[in-house]
């Protein structure tokens, strides 16, 4: 972190899926749409839980219980390296490229045994993942710079 109450990471992977509760597929790119989320997304929508975000130490997480994971596979849009971001505030606003979100929500109540967690053994997101609303749309591609502004206390 610099000085600033800001932290610079790193888009691993973008991901989508027209269908809830299932795994993410990873794109070539994906498009932000102001207070919607992700276009195509099943999540998109008018609430706060636009798009979903999870770190790559997260999946490292899942992989050292021996389940073999991939980005999307927990269903998160974003997979991102370099920033843990679960421990973000809430209020923490997100720059890629010219898209701007701001996170609303850490960790989530998981669905009963969701099909991520069946398919997989166990999940990440009910505590390690992040949900972020679109303030400013944008697209958003693996190996983009992100920079969290932390909230002014």
Known sequence: MNGKGELVGVVLSVNLSKVKGVKKTPQEYIILVENHGVHGDAHAGDWHRQVSMLSKSSIDKARSWGIKVSFGDFAENITVDGVEVYKLPI???????????????????????????????????????????????GVVRPKDEVLFVLPER
């Open 91 to 137: 209020g923490t606003k997100v720059y890629i490229n010219e898209a701007i979100l701001e996170v609303t929500q850490v960790g989530k109540e998981c669905h009963d045994r969701c099909a991520i967690a069946k398919s997989v053994g166990k999940c990440v997101m009910p505590s390690e993942g992040i949900f972020l609303r679109v303030l400013k749309g």
